[in-house]
Nanobody, 111 residues
Framework: QGQVVESGGGLVQPGGSLRLSCRAF????????MNWYRQAPGHQREFVAG???????VYANFVKGRFTVSGDNERKTLDLVLDGLQPEDTGVYYC?????WGQGTQVTVSA
């Protein structure tokens, strides 16, 4: 109960794309409580994207229109499509539901 699992990371070249998926294994689910974060080497973990209480998409400033977040209440999932990836996007991407963190999925952007 309370497990969060991410998938979909990998190695891509600059300008490439990846799709990350997160699923929560909980009894009651509220999409508003699920968000994506990332942590680059030597940096603190930071918010990336999520869904607001009114269903709107919420993004960190550095996303700049490159990423798209979408959620599914029935499947208890939150997906994150990463387009236009750059080397500075490299890091471990984590999903969080409530107080539960996933194990993270590595995204590496390199030529």
């Amino acid at each position: 109960q309370g497990q969060v699992v991410e998938s979909g990371g990998g190695l891509v070249q600059p300008g490439g794309s990846l799709r990350l998926s997160c699923r929560a294994f909980v009894s009651a689910f509220d999409l508003y409580l699920m968000n994506w974060y990332r942590q680059a080497p030597g940096h603190q973990r930071e918010f990336v994207a999520g869904i607001g209480r009114n269903g709107n998409q919420v993004y960190a400033n550095f996303v700049k229109g490159r990423f798209t977040v979408s959620g599914d209440n029935e499947r208890k999932t939150l997906d994150l499509v990463l387009d236009g990836l750059q080397p500075e996007d490299t890091g471990v991407y984590y999903c969080k539901y409530g107080t539960h963190w996933g194990q993270g999925t590595q995204v590496t952007v390199s030529a």
